[in-house]
């Protein structure tokens, strides 16, 4: 203990100073003579004494009990506790214990000054005291981005637990605070429970094992399920949590009439630090413009040539340093990639001629068919033998043959080892 002010002898100030402790409660008495009079003040020294538990920092998901006494108690007449938005906490008076107010299921929008407000008895009059407590929320926090619609693991606390909960907070614009329960697996009971949004949920596999207290998610998440997603496990009587910032990232097309428009979308804009496009052509500059949070575009001119196709990726890095990409391909129009050329088709003269030159050749065949036949050579296939007769036996009979008109030829079996006979058609030929 010591005098306030030094220079007391002078001032006449006699204000002591010391940091009490709990057994320095009680009554002081200050007296101080003046002029052969006594002046005597009798001064109640209660001392506060505030608990926070569990111990800073607050485990995410526990319960934070806040616990004021104050020695002796009959030096104050209410103690109430007030949460940092100012909003008066419901606290009840325990003996032996102090004032206690408990808020259950704690999240880091929980942190914050508390304050302890202890109406005292003095002078007839109720004196209000506050005191302030610093609370700190400890929920590790993964900060991290994915494209739409692609397997991202979420990761559970590693420990072997009993039972584990997903809860998931929308993302932006959201109230703090605003958590709903995703999915949920007693892996004791081997019960589950699950929600709308459990549909793009499911527990892990190897190298998780859920039903041996291993635990973690799997998602494809779109736009609308990014956001705050925090696993919690409890193992007996303790709880452990691990947060996990998820942006998710889209692109998409909208073509128009005079223009093409890539959009690039994303979701909990808070840890974003910078979106843009690229074109596969590094030295050609985009034009970008927003028209809504969370929305960076660029536009290309219709119709798409050579010069304009090619790869356009957005790339999103978050203020961790993380980078994740989108790519869309615009391709060339239609009639750019399926141009047809005179060259690639025979002109119709072409095919003209060819028909009277088929029509010969055709004629000639069956001429020297029949002139086969009528020098008694039978025209077959014999298996036995496998002999086969040659009906091209001169091909300059075939060239030097006039053209003819078109003609065909009909085949009917013999009826034995399936044989073909020629049906007596070459009259028609020859006419």
């Given amino acids: 203990m010591r005098l306030a002010d030094h220079n007391f002898q002078e001032t006449g100030v006699f204000s002591l100073f010391f940091l009490p402790k709990m057994e320095d409660s009680g009554f002081y008495s200050c007296m101080i003579k003046h002029q052969g009079k006594e002046i005597k003040k009798i001064i ?9 538990v569990p111990a800073a920092p607050i485990p995410h998901h526990s319960t934070l009990r806040l616990i004021a006494s104050v020695n002796p108690d009959s030096a104050i ?28 299921q704690v999240f880091n929008n929980d942190n914050g000054t508390y304050v302890c ?27 991290t981005a994915t494209k739409a619609q692609t397997s991202f693991t979420l990761t559970c606390p590693p420990v072997q637990g009993d039972y584990v909960l997903l809860h998931w907070m929308p993302p932006d614009p959201r109230k703090q605070g605003n958590f709903k ?86 979701s909990e804009r808070s840890q974003v630090q910078s979106v843009n496009w690229k074109y596969q052509n590094k030295s050609r500059q985009l034009k970008m413009s927003s028209n809504s949070p969370g929305s960076i575009s660029t536009t290309l001119p219709m119709p798409i040539t050579s010069e304009t196709a090619g790869n356009y990726t957005c790339t999103l890095q978050l203020k961790n340093g993380q980078i994740v990409w989108a790519t869309q391909a615009v391709r060339l129009a239609y009639e750019e990639h399926v141009r047809v050329t005179p ?10 001629l060819l ?12 001429w020297r068919q029949k002139h086969i036949s009528d020098r008694g050579i039978e025209q077959s296939l014999s298996v036995q033998s496998r002999e086969v007769e040659n009906i091209y036996e001169n091909p300059e009979d075939v060239r030097q043959a006039p053209p003819e008109g078109p003609v065909y030829m009909d085949l009917k079996p013999r009826g034995e080892d399936d044989v073909y006979k020629e049906l007596e058609r070459y009259e028609q030929c020859q006419s």
């Fill in 117 to 143: 407000m202890v109406r005292s008895w003095g002078n007839g009059n109720n004196t209000l005291f506050p005191f302030d407590v610093d609370v700190t929320v400890d929920a590790p926090l993964i900060s």
């Fill in 181 to 266: 329960l995703v999915y949920q697996y007693d892996r004791w009971r081997g019960s589950f429970l699950m929600s709308e949004q459990s549909k793009r949920v499911q527990l892990a596999g190897p190298p998780y094992n859920a039903e041996a207290g291993s635990f973690s998610f799997l998602l494809a998440p779109g736009l609308k399920e990014g956001g705050v997603y925090s696993c919690d496990v409890l193992l007996n009587d303790n709880a452990f949590s691990q947060r996990t910032q998820l942006s998710v990232l889209k692109v998409k097309t909208t073509q128009h009439a005079s223009k093409m428009e890539l959009v690039c979308l994303y």
């Fill in 44 to 52: 109640l020294l209660a001392i506060l004494t505030v608990t926070v």
């Fill in 343 to 352: 060259s690639q088709l025979p002109s119709l003269s072409a095919l003209l």
């Fill in 77 to 104: 007449s209410k103690i109430t506790w007030v949460s940092p938005d100012g909003v008066s906490m419901k606290s009840e008076r325990k003996p032996n214990t102090g004032t206690v107010a408990k808020l259950p």
């Fill in 355 to 366: 028909v009277p030159l088929v029509a010969a050749a055709v004629c000639v065949l069956l």
